[in-house]
T-cell receptor, first 115, second 115 residues
Framework: DAKTTQPNSMESNEEEPVHLPCNHSTISGTDYIHWYRQLPSQGPEYVIH???SNVNNRMASLAIAEDRKSSTLILHRATLRDAAVYYC????????????????FGTGTLLAVQP | KAGVTQTPRYLIKTRGQQVTLSCSPI?????VSWYQQTPGQGLQFLFEYFSETQRNKGNFPGRFSGRQFSNSRSEMNVSTLELGDSALYLC??????????????FGPGTRLTVT
């Protein structure tokens, strides 16, 4: 299973942009990069995912390095509600081409947002 | 559209008993995955079902089993409960189960306490 590396914690101020980094140097060509977050006392929540190109949605942007060995989740204006653990996950296809939705969660990055 | 629902939300059982947890995916979603979350081990993948077939399984003992019905609803069963099975059990569903290209939606979880 391809692994990801994230900082244990980060801090941001409210209404400022936040850049959450993720390293995945062993990523393979068919691995998608997914981001989920977990707010306190809730189940994980999908944030965004991508394969090669940068992606934007209403929640965040995902910037993927050209060699795909790293990516950055960008929250354009952090709010107190964005305080959560953010997980960067590689979602792979099984070797023989079968699909899977198995998410392998690491320890993630705990984002604290200061008012 | 209703989200992923899990029942019951809280459960207290005694060692040696068995328990069945239920998950109703978002309407139209065909893939259901189960995860266990504990403070010590974090989020760990249990198994995934797609169109009533188990497609992937995590590293859990055979006491943990599951199934999926024709309406995509899923149940997981834990037999001979141990104290270490106390955890938050989360269910996630996705529409296509296409492996990587699909976002997953999590339910609120079932908090199981084994005494």
């Amino acid at each position: 299973d391809a692994k990801t590396t994230q900082p244990n914690s980060m801090e941001s101020n409210e209404e400022e942009p936040v850049h959450l980094p993720c390293n995945h140097s062993t990523i393979s060509g068919t691995d998608y990069i997914h981001w989920y977050r977990q707010l306190p006392s809730q189940g994980p929540e999908y944030v965004i995912h991508g394969l090669t190109s940068n992606v934007n949605n209403r929640m965040a942007s995902l910037a993927i390095a050209e060699d795909r060995k790293s990516s950055t989740l960008i929250l354009h204006r952090a709010t107190l509600r964005d305080a959560a653990v953010y997980y960067c996950i590689l979602l792979y296809r099984m070797n023989y081409g079968g699909a899977t939705n198995k998410l392998i969660f690491g320890t993630g990055t705990l984002l604290a947002v200061q008012p | 559209k209703a989200g992923v629902t899990q029942t019951p939300r809280y459960l207290i059982k005694t060692r040696g008993q068995q328990v069945t947890l239920s998950c109703s995916p978002i309407s139209g979603h065909r893939s259901v995955s189960w995860y266990q979350q504990t403070p010590g081990q974090g989020l760990q993948f249990l198994f995934e079902y797609f169109s009533e077939t188990q497609r992937n399984k995590g590293n859990f003992p055979g006491r943990f089993s599951g199934r999926q019905f024709s309406n995509s609803r899923s149940e997981m069963n834990v037999s001979t409960l141990e104290l270490g099975d106390s955890a938050l059990y989360l269910c996630a569903s996705s529409r296509r189960g296409s492996g990587g290209a699909d976002e997953q939606y999590f339910g609120p979880g079932t908090r199981l306490t084994v005494t």
